[in-house]
Antibody, heavy 118, light 107 residues
Framework: QVQLVESGGGVVQPGRSLRLSCAAS????????MHWVRQAPGKGLEWVAL????????YYADSVKGRFTISRDNSKNTLYLQMNSLRVEDTAVYYC???????????WGQGTLVTVSS | EIVLTQSPGTLSLSPGERATLSCRAS??????LAWYQQKPGQAPRLLIY???NRATGIPARFSGSGSGTDFTLSISSLEPEDFAVYYC?????????FGQGTKVEIK
């Protein structure tokens, strides 16, 4: 079955960097686009970024554009999110999720918590 | 950016009752609207896509309707496992936004 396992979260100071990973298994990773979505503590969902199946196109939310970079390594079945110049408001659980054939989000990983605090 | 507004914020109902959740878009999203369910401590799960199509494995008691700017998620008869937060989502011009969520709680 499909499995998505995020890792790399933790506590980081404002202005620092962090890289998240999402290890995928149970499906042909190289055939599917992937998203990152985040959820601040006690808040709703916010889309962060999309990468096409082959990495050829990437899209970002305005709130992270220029600071975050989505990438993938299809040989390792892994999705990444490089987060630079982190802000307190980037504190959230970060989920990776698969683009369905109908262009929606399913399934989702269990998430990894990023806390930006001094 | 298209803003999605969900109502009510909280819905207090008993098992067996019908739940009706609303999602209104700030401009037309055509049929590009989905619904997700999220239980405490869990990741969201896709329920409904393209307004009215149930995702794989989703029970028939869940249904979606609407068009343009006004959409509804209905749960015909609430089961204990349906008490959760529900989010609507739209996609437009390579941007995706979610509503703020409706919590369905046990009365």
């Amino acid at each position: 079955q499909v499995q998505l396992v995020e890792s790399g979260g933790g506590v980081v100071q404002p202005g620092r960097s962090l890289r998240l990973s999402c290890a995928a298994s149970g499906f042909t990773f190289s055939s599917y686009g992937m998203h990152w979505v985040r959820q601040a503590p006690g808040k709703g969902l916010e889309w962060v970024a999309l990468i096409w199946y082959d990495g050829s196109n990437k899209y970002y939310a305005d709130s992270v554009k220029g600071r975050f970079t989505i990438s993938r390594d299809n040989s390792k079945n892994t999705l990444y999110l490089q987060m630079n110049s982190l802000r307190v408001e980037d504190t959230a659980v970060y989920y990776c999720t698969v683009v369905t054939p109908e262009d929606w989000f399913d399934p989702w990983g269990q998430g990894t918590l990023v806390t930006v605090s001094s | 950016e298209i803003v999605l507004t969900q109502s009510p914020g909280t819905l207090s109902l008993s098992p067996g009752e019908r739940a009706t959740l609303s999602c209104r878009a700030s401009q037309s999203v055509s049929s590009f609207l989905a619904w997700y369910q999220q239980k405490p401590g869990q990741a969201p799960r896709l329920l409904i896509y393209d307004v009215s199509n149930r995702a794989t494995g989703i029970p028939a008691r869940f249904s979606g309707s609407g068009s343009g700017t006004d959409f509804t998620l209905s749960i015909s008869s609430l089961e204990p496992e349906d008490f959760a937060v529900y989010y609507c989502q739209q996609r437009s011009n390579w941007l995706w936004t979610f509503g703020q969520g409706t919590k369905v709680e046990i009365k």
